[in-house]
């Protein structure tokens, strides 16, 4: 059974319930998602041939530092990084280090910055010089199907009704969900209640209600959708090593629809991918 509290009711801690934030919240974590954000777009300049993703880390870690935030995965269960860089068949939580960008690569960038006590939780993809149609094509993909599971978030609804948005669409195009991962709720703590997963079926899950702050991040894969980590704890990869991608957005249900914290202030949501907003 699914037990809604008002956030400043709940421990600090993921007790399976889940919060509903009030203004101050939604105020709090557009601070922090906006900066999140603003970070994400500086490393669009960034972001080519021949640059370790280790200057991408020690880019955010300084940008933190100048804006009064603190990196959320720095030092959190072990991670000694400001961000993770995850490239072409990597999922999720690659590890930045000394290892230059290639022409033709994708990296998905994964920043969460708190300022004041909340979490701003985001990331995108990025084409490192020119790519193939085929990484273009999977980018697109799952940017629409992120923002096609934004479209499902209202009050009434259900966490069942963003699954599915986004596995009808993914796998239409014929690409697969990663089950593995998900998203989740977000707002004082890092990773929180409930589990927003990106498949499913419409009308099951947790009701969604006015208050409730969460992200959605979608990984989908050009093959199958099987994943694996790595030796270090950390870096998960497609076991097929077939493409793959992700972008990210924390957002908010409203009393009449959806609040999205972490669009890009420059209009950079798909750095390097132009996409036709007729067909989102």
């Given at each position: 059974?699914?037990?809604?509290?008002?956030?400043e009711a709940n421990p600090q801690r993921n007790t399976g319930s889940i919060r509903l934030y009030d203004e101050a919240a939604?105020?709090?974590?557009?601070?922090?998602?906006?900066?999140?954000?603003?970070?994400?777009?500086?490393?669009?300049?960034?972001?080519?041939?021949?640059?370790?993703?280790?200057?991408?880390?020690?880019?955010?870690?300084?940008?933190?530092?100048?804006?009064?935030?603190?990196?959320?995965?720095?030092?959190?269960?072990?991670?000694?990084?400001?961000?993770?860089?995850?490239?072409?068949?990597?999922?999720?939580?690659?590890?930045?280090?000394?290892?230059?960008?290639?022409?033709?690569?994708?990296?998905?960038?994964?920043?969460?910055?708190?300022?004041?006590?909340?979490?701003?939780?985001?990331?995108?993809?990025?084409?490192?010089?020119?790519?193939?149609?085929?990484?273009?094509?999977?980018?697109?993909?799952?940017?629409?199907?992120?923002?096609?599971?934004?479209?499902?978030?209202?009050?009434?609804?259900?966490?069942?009704?963003?699954?599915?948005?986004?596995?009808?669409?993914?796998?239409?195009?014929?690409?697969?969900?990663?089950?593995?991962?998900?998203?989740?709720?977000?707002?004082?703590?890092?990773?929180?209640?409930?589990?927003?997963?990106?498949?499913?079926?419409?009308?099951?899950?947790?009701?969604?209600?006015?208050?409730?702050?969460?992200?959605?991040?979608?990984?989908?894969?050009?093959?199958?959708?099987?994943?694996?980590?790595?030796?270090?704890?950390?870096?998960?990869?497609?076991?097929?090593?077939?493409?793959?991608?992700?972008?990210?957005?924390?957002?908010?249900?409203?009393?009449?629809?959806?609040?999205?914290?972490?669009?890009?202030?420059?209009?950079?949501?798909?750095?390097?991918?132009?996409?036709?907003?007729?067909?989102?």
């Amino acid at each position: 059974m699914t037990t809604y509290l008002e956030a400043e009711a709940n421990p600090q801690r993921n007790t399976g319930s889940i919060r509903l934030y009030d203004e101050a919240a939604f105020a709090g974590m557009r601070k922090a998602c906006q900066l999140t954000a603003r970070c994400l777009d500086e490393l669009a300049g960034l972001v080519a041939p021949g640059v370790p993703t280790q200057v991408l880390d020690d880019f955010v870690f300084d940008f933190a530092m100048r804006n009064g935030a603190l990196p959320a995965t720095l030092n959190y269960r072990g991670y000694t990084k400001s961000t993770c860089t995850s490239i072409n068949h990597v999922v999720c939580h690659g590890i930045p280090n000394d290892k230059p960008l290639r022409e033709g690569d994708i990296v998905n960038i994964d920043v969460t910055l708190i300022v004041d006590g909340y979490y701003g939780d985001s990331s995108r993809m990025y084409p490192v010089g020119r790519i193939k149609r085929a990484a273009e094509r999977l980018c697109e993909i799952t940017y629409r199907s992120l923002m096609l599971a934004i479209d499902e978030v209202k009050p009434g609804a259900h966490l069942g009704d963003i699954g599915a948005a986004i596995q009808d669409y993914a796998e239409g195009e014929r690409c697969s969900v990663v089950r593995d991962f998900c998203g989740h709720g977000v707002g004082k703590l890092f990773h929180d209640a409930p589990n927003v997963l990106h498949y499913g079926r419409r009308g099951e899950g947790a009701e969604l209600k006015p208050g409730m702050i969460f992200t959605i991040e979608p990984m989908i894969n050009l093959g199958r959708p099987h994943v694996k980590v790595l030796s270090d704890g950390w870096t998960a990869v497609t076991r097929d090593r077939s493409l793959t991608a992700q972008y990210e957005h924390t957002v908010g249900v409203t009393e009449t629809g959806c609040e999205v914290f972490t669009f890009s202030p420059g209009g950079l949501d798909t750095p390097g991918i132009v996409l036709d907003p007729i067909n989102l």
